[in-house]
């Protein structure tokens, strides 16, 4: 089956600008969730859903970063004001429940210039 | 928080040798324990995990051992073949999953043949 898929692949912006960024899980997976990975790290936790409701927010940076899931399948990471240091790629996750198997997409590599 | 220390981050080993990366946490909480591959440019692909009820994992070639007391945990690969050659992830997880993973910085296999 499909697996998780998000988009674009690439987003260059510059500074200040407005992002949207997207993550389609595997369909019937209750939880999604989003990290961020800079060169040279492990992904870093953001924020994950479980269903339509933020059960977790707290690795958010600050209040630019902002996420939603209306409908608890597909979610998007939203990132106002964006500074060069946001440059990263951003990675999705989901899991179905009662499992803790995280399955990835391929990310988005987001780049501010 | 949790906080996940992984070592090393480069290691350089023979074709045919084993390979051992190791991960300590801070979060006695914690109990699930997976390792993800990642090759470069592409997404973390799960490769094993263990839950904090068993000492250790066996998958063909691949073997993870837990110590809850000590609170570390190892990636055991045997007889390497050059398709090993990535950069492998521990992480941990407070709830089973149900959480968002806090990943190790990461180690660079490099399979010499």
């Known amino acids: 089956g499909a697996g998780v898929s998000q988009t674009p692949s690439n987003k260059v912006t510059e500074k200040g600008k407005y992002v949207e960024l997207r993550c389609d899980p595997i369909s019937g997976h209750t939880a999604l969730y989003w990290y961020r990975q800079s060169l040279g790290q492990g992904p870093e936790f953001l924020i994950y859903f479980q269903g339509t409701g933020a059960a977790d927010d707290s690795g958010l940076p600050n209040d630019r970063f902002f996420a939603v899931r209306p409908e608890g399948s597909v979610s998007t990471l939203k990132i106002q004001r964006t500074e060069r240091g946001d440059s990263a790629v951003y990675l999705c996750?989901?899991?179905?429940?009662?499992?803790?198997?995280?399955?990835f997409g391929p990310g988005t590599r987001l780049t501010v210039l | 928080g949790e906080n996940v220390e992984q070592h090393p981050s480069t290691l350089s080993v023979q074709e045919g040798d084993s390979a051992v990366i190791k991960c300590t946490y801070s979060?006695?909480?914690?109990?699930?324990f997976p390792w993800y591959k990642q090759e470069l440019g592409k997404r973390p692909q799960l490769i094993i995990d263990?839950?904090?009820?068993?000492g250790e994992k066996k998958d063909q070639r691949i073997a993870v051992t837990l110590n809850k007391t000590a609170k570390h945990f190892s990636l055991h690969i045997t007889e390497t073949q050059p398709e090993d050659s990535a950069v492998y992830f521990c992480?941990?997880?407070?709830?089973?999953?149900?959480?968002?993973?806090?990943f190790g910085k990461g180690t660079h296999l490099i399979i010499q043949p």
């Open positions: 263990i839950r904090s009820n068993v």
């Open positions: 996750a989901s899991s179905s429940a009662g499992t803790d198997t995280q399955y």
């Open positions: 992480a941990a997880s407070g709830r089973g999953g149900a959480d968002g993973l806090t």
């Open positions: 979060d006695s909480a914690s109990n699930y």
